[in-house]
């Protein structure tokens, strides 16, 4: 989703705003701009192709510059076009006071935007963004900081907000509320950013802005104000980005690689786990642990469905209820409350809007036990829950989760056992096993990948439909959601999921042979249930693609294909299922065509509600 960069340096910025930008590239955006400041002129150039588009139209125009800002944008409110991408502008492009790149949405936009008409601002745009640009340069008397504290006043929404003004050539303001933003401290200048990964290469001493934070940003120092105007200091931290993970070595796409990363990132996710214990989510876990009477589990996407996994696993080990809530329902919701919940909010990027938004709902409910299952230890997520624990993935490029879904998983999976060690149902015995087949599930994970020239041939057959069906049961349903939701992401087929008990319910009258029903089938206590349900779609004419275990009794025909796992895997097994959808979807996606890392319309990190 959109991304920001600025900087006041002593050196040319244009090729670190550029970088920046690419680094911001995988969370997904349609347009790009920037805008430097030089020899007296604030100068720009948009695109509404790839950042490497935009790079050549600078380099054409010969832009360089020491202070200027830049931005990626992901369409809100108007489409992706040259006059809607930003920086946008005030009073006029062609005469520019103010420029500014915004991410987030400003909900009274129109009633600000028909003041500022009447003031006489004229608007280039359909933008929301626009209006905060004129607001900016109409209330600007020569202190932009000022101005900017002024218009973020009139605002209602959210917003990251980076400023500059040729009239203050070695300044930017940066704003945030409820979208990410941080300084950058460097040896020759200071820097914003949505995201720490976009200095990545520059500086690696990130301070992180709080909402409502203000910030004056200059060559040989900074400056912060809070919501209040109180001047304030924020911790500086030192973040180490692994850049490594945007090569692609020998994989076609990021996606390929992150699918075949995971053996790998369920081993670093394990790594420091020595026991079960309560400890693992924090110094702080154990009383709370003790206290927990319900768990509510709030995510979005591929996070919600781990979250689904987890309820199963909670409730059969822990014996704790658990509700598990798509974070943008929750957070507008009316529910009843409970002090004694454990709030998990479970999410890849830990920037999420409405993950973020549910979890601050469920703390102003008065729910204070709060646990962030998070793969980016500095994100706003991680600092607002009192517990976390940090999967280890790596960064994920790929905008389908994969690697990080299952390790969400290995996460959740922990904290079931936690949580049932805590009221005294684990056995010691019990968690040796357990954790003994945590161990083995790199190994096991390989043996899945080795199966990938099975699915190829099966994703030509996928590649030609127009709709599939996905049937679990039990704890593999959340499996089945997963995997419809990887194969419409990525290869924009029509997919959907259902608990297969479900299927005479509806879904059976969409059954023919040319919908390919796609069968998560372990070898469990649901196997035979699953099986009926099989058998109602074989004598309608379905034809069924089958991910069995090594031993489930499931007869290949003509209108069955079978593929076996090697092994069936108790609990864990969602995790082991879900790899085969991956590679499913990929490989569809593969033979039709489409933009795998980047799909169309989707973003990484959605960071607007
Ligand atoms: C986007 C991504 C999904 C992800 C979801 C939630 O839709 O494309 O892959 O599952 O956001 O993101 P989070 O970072 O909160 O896990």
């Known amino acids: 989703m959109c991304g920001i960069i600025g900087a006041v340096a002593r050196r040319n910025i244009v090729p670190l705003l550029l970088e920046g930008l690419q680094r911001l590239e995988y969370r997904g955006y349609d347009s790009c701009g920037l805008a430097v400041y030089d020899d007296g002129r604030l100068q720009s150039a948009r695109s509404t192709a790839r950042v490497s588009d935009l790079a050549q139209r600078v380099a054409d125009l010969g832009l360089q510059g020491l202070t200027g800002i830049a931005h990626t944008r992901w369409a809100t409110h108007g489409k992706p076009a040259t006059h809607n991408a930003h920086p946008h502008f005030s009073p006029s492009e ?55 504290a002024q218009a973020v006043a009139q605002l209602h929404g959210s917003y990251a907000l980076a400023v500059c003004s040729p009239e203050e050539p070695h300044r930017v303001v940066g704003a945030r ?20 990964l976009a200095l990545a290469g520059v500086t690696d001493q990130i301070v ?47 996606m390929q690689k992150e ?36 768990v509510l589990i709030i995510a979005c996407g591929s996070s919600y469905y781990a979250g689904l ?20 329902e929750y957070r507008y919701r009316d529910s009843p409350t409970d002090p004694d919940t454990l709030v998990v909010a479970v999410s890849q990027s830990g920037e999420t809007a409405d993950t973020l938004g549910a979890l601050r709902h469920a703390r102003a409910q008065g729910m204070d036990m709060t646990l962030a299952i998070c793969n980016i230890a500095s994100s706003s997520l991680v600092r607002e829950c009192a517990l976390s624990f940090i999967t280890h993935a790596g960064v994920e490029i790929g905008v389908a989760s994969t690697k990080a879904f299952t390790t969400q998983m290995v996460a959740l999976f922990l904290l079931a056992l936690s949580l049932a060690q805590v009221r005294g149902r684990l056995s010691d015995s019990e968690e040796a096993e357990h954790l003994k087949a945590l161990r083995h599930l790199p190994l096991a994970l390989q043996a899945v990948l080795a199966q990938e020239p099975q699915i190829i041939a099966w994703a030509e057959r996928f590649a030609r439909c127009n709709d599939a069906l996905f049937l679990g049961r039990g704890m593999h349903y959340p499996v089945a959601l997963e995997g419809a939701l990887k194969l419409k992401e990525i290869s924009y087929l029509h997919a959907e999921a259902y608990p297969a008990g479900e299927l005479k319910h509806g879904p059976l009258a969409l059954v023919s042979e040319d919908m390919p029903v796609v069968t998560v089938a372990p070898n469990d206590a649901l196997l035979e249930k699953l099986k009926s349900n099989m058998q109602e779609v074989d004598a309608r004419g379905g034809q069924l693609y089958v991910f069995a ?12 294909h079978v593929i076996r796992l090697a092994e069936h895997y108790g609990l864990l097994s969602p995790i082991l299922h879900t790899v085969p959808l991956q590679l499913l979807a990929y490989h569809t996606a593969v033979i039709r065509g489409t933009d795998i890392d980047k799909p169309r319309n989707l973003a990484k990190s959605v960071t607007v509600e």
Request: aromatic share 8%; hydrophobic share 40%.
């Open 94 to 148: 062609a005469q520019p006071r103010i420029a500014l790149c915004h991410n987030g949405i400003i909900e009274n936009h129109e009633v600000l935007r028909r003041r500022l008409e009447e003031a006489g601002y004229v608007f280039a745009s359909q933008t929301d963004t626009e209006v905060i640009a004129h607001l900016i340069d109409h209330l600007y008397r020569g202190d932009l900081f000022e101005a900017v």
């Open 177 to 196: 509320q409820g979208s990410p933003l941080v300084v950058g401290v460097g040896a020759d200048g200071h820097y914003l950013a949505s995201d720490a």
């Open 208 to 254: 992180y802005l709080e909402d409502g934070d203000i910030v004056d940003i200059q060559l040989e120092r900074y400056w912060l104000a809070d919501a209040d105007g109180r001047a304030v200091t924020r911790p500086q931290r030192t973040v180490q980005v692994h850049t490594g993970a945007a090569e692609l070595g020998p994989y076609r796409h990021f």
């Open 259 to 294: 699918i075949f990363e995971q053996p790998r990132a369920v081993a670093d996710t394990l790594k420091d786990v020595e026991g079960v214990m309560p400890e693992l989510f924090g110094d702080k876990a154990w009383p709370a642990f003790a206290r927990v009477r319900t």
């Open 309 to 328: 996994t987890a309820k199963y696993w909670i409730e059969t080990l822990a014996r704790i209820p658990v509700t598990v809530e798509i974070a943008s």
């Open 549 to 560: 275990d090594a031993d489930s009794a499931v007869t290949a025909s003509p209108s069955v």
